[in-house]
């Protein structure tokens, strides 16, 4: 599904919401009112708001029996939003503004930040995950408000649900007045509670991730390989003469794999250009080249254009050795067949060094054609000529094995991609809701920092006032804009 699918399908959804929306309300007034007030429903233009009062006792209830142990761990969590995640997030940003605007400027070790944008960067098989990550991380960030406000004694007036367009978002509704009332301390550990919990997940989302094959081990089996499991619609691999589904990879271009860590390094690896060594007997009755070599494009022609099986190879042999051929030779050979019994990968660090007997054979390619070699468990090899990247974005790959049939309708690999996708979404909301930027907790946060400045200063409410509106549209005006231009480069240049 595309992402242009995607927005029309959202965009029906909505001007139909809208007209019984509007028709309710015309026709059956008082009934229709009287349902949003009781279900706690408002709709609006691309969204919709759902509100309720029946968690406030429970968040209330189970943060008083948490007292002494939620004390410390909001203490640790505004110490921590505050003097390390804040100056993180400040610092990414600048980064991230020098590296893309000013080429002179090298930043290593910089975190990517990118878009990830379902229908564009995400597959379709994905949109689940995609949106429970989402709405995991934005409840998760929202609790933390929640049991910290109670800890305190803030009123919680209600919690509720924002959907814009298909992104969940959850939010609190606190006693502005309680909550003013507070000491600045008291007011910071509220307003980073919500940054701390999402760095917290992140943690423990990750922690997990790296733990799934322990915890997993007793049903299910790794290091064996990987099974492919579904192909993109427009995947090359998926032919008559390409991979099959519940195949098993044992590796790739020679380079082992075992699991799917594996499999993205060996496709990586798979960019390095390679010989096949070959014995001079297969060679020799097997060559089926041509009387005169034909050069195009910068690549020799060898064999016969309508031949579909054979390829040209080049000699690359060592230069000292007894039975080297004199370089800028060429023989047509089958690859299928050079691999049947045993594949023996030359390259030029090693020399292009073969056994004795045996040549060093290069497949004649251009520059953004590569020769990838796949071998599978009790099956014949699958040989690909293209990119590496078609393997990686158009193959889906499971590293996990059921020790028993009953386990075979769940993978924990969906469990290890939601996890991957709450890490990523746990950041990325803490992060934008540290940074001091109109509407996100950043906003109050510069606001507390900035009175604590002007008290230890003996500064009035006009310097807290300047400071503080001057913060947050520098604030808002560096990340909208970073903002959009990652959703642009997603949609528009990446893909």
């Not at 919500?194 to 790794?222: C, D, K, Q, R």
């Not at 009790?378 to 158009?394: F, I, M, Q, R, S």
Request: net charge neutral.
């Amino acid at each position: 599904m595309s992402f242009t699918i995607l927005c029309s399908f959202v965009l029906a959804f909505y001007v139909v919401i809208w007209f019984f929306d509007s028709f309710f309300k015309s026709c059956m007034h008082y009934p229709y009112y009287a349902f949003l007030e009781g279900t706690g429903l408002k709709v609006g233009i691309l969204n919709f708001t759902w509100t309720t009062t029946a968690f406030n006792r429970f968040i209330y209830r189970w943060s008083k029996n948490l007292s002494r142990i939620l004390k410390k761990w909001f203490t640790c969590g505004y110490l921590f939003s505050v003097w390390v995640f804040l100056p993180f997030s400040i610092w990414t940003i600048l980064s991230f503004i020098f590296e893309h605007f000013y080429e002179t400027i090298q930043f290593n070790n910089v975190p990517e930040v990118k878009a990830v944008l379902p229908g564009v960067n995400i597959p379709a098989s994905d949109f689940w995950v995609y949106f429970l990550a989402i709405g995991v991380s934005s409840i998760i960030h929202e609790l933390g408000h929640a049991m910290a406000a109670a800890q305190e004694d803030v009123q919680l007036i209600s919690v509720g649900l924002f959907v814009f367009t298909i992104i969940p978002v959850a939010f609190v509704q606190l006693n502005s007045e309680h909550l003013n009332s507070l000491t600045i301390t008291k007011r910071l550990k509220i307003y980073c509670a919500g940054v701390w919990h999402n760095v917290a997940t992140a943690f423990i989302a990750l922690l997990l991730f790296f733990s799934a094959p322990i915890l997993f081990n007793m049903a299910y089996e790794t290091g064996i390989g990987v099974r492919v499991t579904d192909f993109t619609d427009d995947s090359p691999l998926k032919n008559v003469r390409g991979l099959d589904k519940e195949d098993v990879v044992t590796s790739i271009n020679g380079c082992e794999v075992k699991n799917s860590n594996d499999w993205t390094h060996c496709l990586h690896m798979a960019h390095d250009r390679f010989g096949i060594c070959t014995s001079a007997e297969f060679i020799a009755q097997n060559d089926e080249i041509m009387m005169e070599t034909i050069k195009e494009n910068d690549v020799v022609e060898c064999c016969r254009k309508d031949d579909l099986f054979n390829f040209c190879f080049e000699y690359m042999e060592p230069k000292v050795g007894a039975d080297s051929v004199l370089p800028g030779q060429y023989s047509c050979l089958k690859p299928r067949d050079m691999i049947k019994n045993n594949f023996i990968k030359c390259t030029e660090p090693s020399g292009f060094a073969c056994p004795r007997n045996m040549h060093c054979l290069k497949p004649s390619m251009n520059n953004h054609t590569y020769l990838v070699i796949v071998e599978r468990k009790d099956n014949n090899a699958v040989l690909y000529l293209g990119l590496p990247y078609d393997l990686h974005k158009t193959v889906f790959i499971d590293q996990y094995f059921p020790r028993v049939a009953l386990f075979s309708f769940f993978s924990p690999s969906q469990f290890e991609k939601l996890l991957r996708y709450i890490f990523i979404f746990s950041m990325g909301i803490g992060f934008i809701n540290i940074i001091p930027c109109y509407g996100t907790d950043g906003h109050h946060i510069a606001r507390n920092l900035i009175q604590i400045l002007a008290k230890y200063l003996n500064k009035n409410g006009d310097f807290i006032k300047f400071f503080t509106v001057f913060t947050v549209v520098v604030g808002t005006g560096v990340t909208i804009p970073i903002l959009i231009y990652l959703f642009y480069k997603a949609i528009y240049v990446d893909n």
